[in-house]
């Protein structure tokens, strides 16, 4: 006989949490888990039908439905045809995964798609704090449950002392540092691309391509989280090569005269410089040129096509997932290509 909604006192409290970027269906998944590790819902338990979750958390069917879809896809729960959902047991469930992202990018969704399908079992709460040091603190602070993981994407900004003291609260053993390295930070493992050494090594590969240009202008915001390696990088590269070199805060600001070679960080700067590029008249590839972090479908068309940096962001999603799977304590470099269009 199916047990009452009211009968499970997981469902007492439970609330969607908007600030999570988690979504729906996995937050409700994740309440039902913990129950189960807490031995608030036992083995071999009937859960509620669909329809009685569905209305009793106030979701829609579908997310109820999603949520029945993904426990079963991770071995604890099981289905009987006309009786409905059984709980298989505890044992199953591994990990419970805090996530906290600098951004929500493309490049960080696909790291997040690949980390989930390949984490299998366990749970993941999802936050994003957008490079802003004092929500990042506040996240931190009431995470409400003891994680058995931390993945984190520091961003220092003004705020490094402060960040490196907010991320000493967590046990060592339990912290994965993705993007950048941090060598202050004593963590079990990290998955991060080497920036400084990558750049350096793929324009020492570009340099037939490049010694058509006069100075080499990076655009990135102050305290922007990769510019300490990319700057020193380009920089390194060229002092080598006897190359003119700048750092723009902001292409709104960046001033573009023939023989310049612009490397843009960040999805806002690329647009802005593609579209004053675009104004300017001056053709990409031959009076100047554009290298653009983090390939996307958009830039092979793009002023006839961008030449991009950009690691494999679903190599990261696996590794992360390996390292939590495994409780390993690895440093894992991830393999950064170049692509080369027409800008350059």
Known sequence: MTASVKE??????FEIDDRLVTPKYIQVSNAILRAVEEDRIKTHDQLPSINELSFCLNVSRDTAEKSYKHLKQI???TSVPGKGFYVRGAEESKCKVFLLF????????IIYDALLKDLGDGMVDFYVYYDDFDLFRKILAKRRFDYTHYVISPHAGENPDDMLKAL???????????????HEVNASAGVYQNFEKDIYNLL?????????????KVICPDHACYATGIIKGIKKFAEACNFQFCAVPSARCAEIQTGDLFVSIYENDFIHLAERIMVSGLIPGHQVGIISYNDLPCKKLILGGITTVSADF??????LARLINQNAHENIVVPVEIQWRASL
């Open 8 to 13: 499970y006192p997981l469902f007492d409290d």
């Open 75 to 77: 071995g604890l729960l």
């Open 168 to 182: 000493s609260s967590i046990p060592s053993e339990k912290l994965i540092i993705l993007d950048p390295f941090l």
């Open 204 to 216: 020492q590969k570009a340099k037939d391509r490049i010694f058509k240009y006069k100075c080499i």
């Open 314 to 319: 679903q190599f990261m999603g696996r590794q």
């Open 102 to 109: 600098n951004e929500l990018s493309e490049s960080k969704k």
